[in-house]
């Protein structure tokens, strides 16, 4: 969006009985809910779903347990047309972390053991992949991409930092703390080219983009149900192409060691698995009720304006604009630049995070990246421009007097 645009607050999105979206949802009605990108939000629907297949389990766990993984079979079908990919190519795992863990146990060193990442990467995945570097005796290199990097220099900076020790490649198709993109598949198609596995997180990216795996180069990619999704919690997808996903093992040996992948996926023992056979359920409701295609429009012209009137109000007050060029926008997610002070770390924003969701009464994320400090805007159907309006009005001003603190001698 330019300078003199200006963003206009979309209708909010309603129920077929003409309800608020958000009667959809059991969030606390006290609360501000504007960080739907780390832990999402489960429809009732689905809430249901999960809770009359754990009363399944309980009547008669010796009947459930062995049908089991026939049942997430099933599931797997289902979310793999949500995906569009292959059945045979999609494991179900916890999480993105828990799967970007098991293509970590998987690999092994061929070259020099040296691992690339971006400094916008997951820290989990970055700590994962920093323990295989010390298991192949080698290391971590950082690839510097600048914020406000577009596709061309991002591209380069990642592809500068390859070299004949490289192992494996580590990068993220939507950053979590930066909320932009990188250019996935033309890193994965220079590394194909050098012989060199990649591994994508896409942890925000089901839900958030149509296609996630449109035009796929790379080995192996992870990317969460229970985000954008909106699936119970501990539902993500594996996806694995080529000779390599032979290795992939569950975090679990069970009885399913020996089948082939993906299928030795769906035996994990007594984990509740409930919550992969309810994500089928949580991705219809969106469609059936608005279509994905118009809640993702819906979302990303609702960033827009929530980003505008809170920069807008920080900029009021700090007389600093705070708009973030951030070189590879995605849909549903911005950033807003804190006043100078806030946020600085991740775990100074992590603190802010927590004192605005307990003094303030919203939950919001909060960000950081080279110092300096972000609000990330996530938005989804249940939310409202009244929602960022609130922030503007109520928090910003608050938020610019903690500021103030910090700076005082």
Same mark, same amino acid.
């Given at each position: 969006?330019?300078?003199?645009? @200006?963003?206009?607050?979309?209708?909010?999105?309603?129920?077929?009985?003409?309800?608020?979206?958000?009667?959809?949802?059991?969030?606390?009605?006290?609360?501000?809910?504007?960080?739907?990108?780390?832990?999402?939000?489960?429809?009732?629907?689905?809430?249901?779903?999960?809770?009359?297949? *754990?009363?399944?389990?309980?009547?008669?766990?010796?009947?459930?347990?062995?049908?089991?993984?026939?049942?997430?079979?099933?599931?797997?079908?289902?979310?793999?047309?949500?995906?569009?990919?292959?059945?045979?190519?999609?494991?179900?795992?916890?999480?993105?972390?828990?799967?970007?863990?098991?293509?970590?146990?998987?690999?092994?060193?061929?070259?020099?053991?040296?691992?690339?990442?971006? %400094?916008?990467?997951?820290?989990?995945?970055?700590?994962?992949? #920093?323990?295989?570097?010390?298991?192949?005796?080698?290391?971590?290199?950082?690839?510097?991409?600048?914020?406000?990097?577009?596709?061309? #220099?991002?591209?380069?900076?990642?592809?500068?930092?390859?070299?004949?020790?490289?192992?494996?490649?580590?990068? %993220?198709?939507?950053?979590?703390?930066?909320?932009?993109?990188?250019?996935?598949?033309?890193?994965?198609?220079?590394?194909?080219?050098?012989?060199?596995?990649?591994? @994508?997180?896409?942890?925000?990216?089901?839900?958030?983009?149509?296609?996630?795996?449109?035009?796929?180069?790379?080995?192996?990619?992870?990317?969460?149900?229970?985000?954008?999704?909106?699936?119970?919690?501990?539902?993500?997808?594996?996806?694995?192409?080529?000779?390599?996903?032979?290795?992939?093992?569950?975090?679990?040996?069970?009885?399913?060691?020996?089948?082939?992948?993906?299928?030795?996926?769906?035996?994990?023992?007594?984990?509740?698995?409930?919550?992969?056979?309810?994500?089928?359920?949580?991705?219809?409701?969106?469609?059936?009720?608005?279509?994905?295609?118009?809640?993702?429009?819906?979302?990303?012209?609702?960033?827009?304006?929530?980003?505008?009137?809170?920069?807008?109000?920080?900029?009021?007050?700090?007389?600093?604009?705070?708009?973030? %060029?951030?070189?590879?926008? @995605?849909?549903?997610?911005?950033?807003?630049?804190?006043?100078?002070?806030?946020?600085?770390?991740?775990?100074?924003?992590?603190?802010?995070?927590?004192? @605005?969701?307990? #003094?303030?009464?919203?939950?919001?994320?909060?960000?950081?990246?080279?110092?300096?400090?972000?609000? *990330?805007?996530?938005?989804?159907?249940?939310?409202?421009?009244?929602?960022?309006?609130?922030?503007?009005?109520?928090?910003?001003?608050?938020?610019?007097?903690?500021?103030?603190?910090?700076?005082?001698?």
């Amino acid at each position: 969006m330019s300078e003199t645009e @200006v963003a206009v607050a979309p209708a909010p999105l309603l129920l077929a009985d003409g309800r608020p979206a958000a009667r959809a949802w059991s969030l606390d009605p006290a609360q501000r809910h504007l960080n739907h990108g780390s832990f999402g939000a489960v429809p009732l629907v689905a809430q249901a779903r999960q809770q009359a297949l *754990r009363a399944e389990m309980e009547r008669s766990p010796v009947v459930w347990f062995p049908a089991l993984p026939g049942r997430i079979a099933a599931a797997r079908l289902e979310l793999a047309a949500f995906l569009h990919v292959d059945p045979g190519d999609l494991a179900l795992v916890p999480n993105a972390s828990a799967g970007a863990t098991v293509v970590h146990a998987a690999l092994t060193r061929r070259r020099g053991g040296e691992i690339v990442v971006t %400094d916008h990467g997951y820290g989990a995945v970055t700590m994962g992949a #920093e323990r295989l570097a010390r298991r192949w005796g080698g290391r971590v290199r950082t690839a510097h991409v600048p914020l406000g990097a577009g596709e061309d #220099e991002a591209y380069e900076a990642v592809v500068a930092s390859l070299s004949a020790d490289t192992d494996l490649v580590v990068v %993220d198709q939507i950053t979590s703390a930066t909320a932009r993109g990188l250019p996935v598949e033309r890193i994965g198609a220079e590394a194909r080219r050098r012989g060199i596995p990649v591994l @994508v997180d896409g942890a925000h990216a089901p839900g958030l983009v149509e296609s996630p795996l449109a035009g796929a180069t790379y080995d192996f990619w992870t990317g969460n149900l229970h985000k954008w999704g909106c699936a119970p919690r501990g539902a993500a997808a594996l996806v694995a192409r080529g000779p390599l996903r032979d290795a992939l093992h569950p975090l679990i040996d069970s009885w399913g060691a020996h089948d082939p992948y993906p299928d030795r996926f769906d035996q994990q023992g007594t984990l509740d698995a409930t919550s992969y056979l309810a994500a089928p359920t949580a991705l219809a409701f969106v469609a059936d009720t608005w279509g994905w295609p118009a809640a993702r429009r819906y979302m990303d012209r609702l960033a827009d304006y929530g980003a505008q009137v809170i920069g807008a109000a920080f900029a009021g007050l700090t007389g600093v604009d705070s708009a973030v %060029d951030v070189g590879m926008p @995605v849909p549903g997610m911005r950033l807003v630049r804190l006043p100078d002070g806030l946020g600085r770390t991740r775990l100074e924003a992590d603190a802010l995070r927590d004192r @605005v969701a307990r #003094e303030l009464a919203v939950e919001a994320a909060f960000t950081s990246f080279d110092g300096i400090g972000y609000l *990330r805007l996530s938005a989804h159907v249940y939310n409202t421009a009244a929602d960022y309006e609130h922030f503007a009005e109520q928090c910003v001003p608050v938020l610019g007097e903690w500021a103030r603190a910090v700076a005082r001698p």
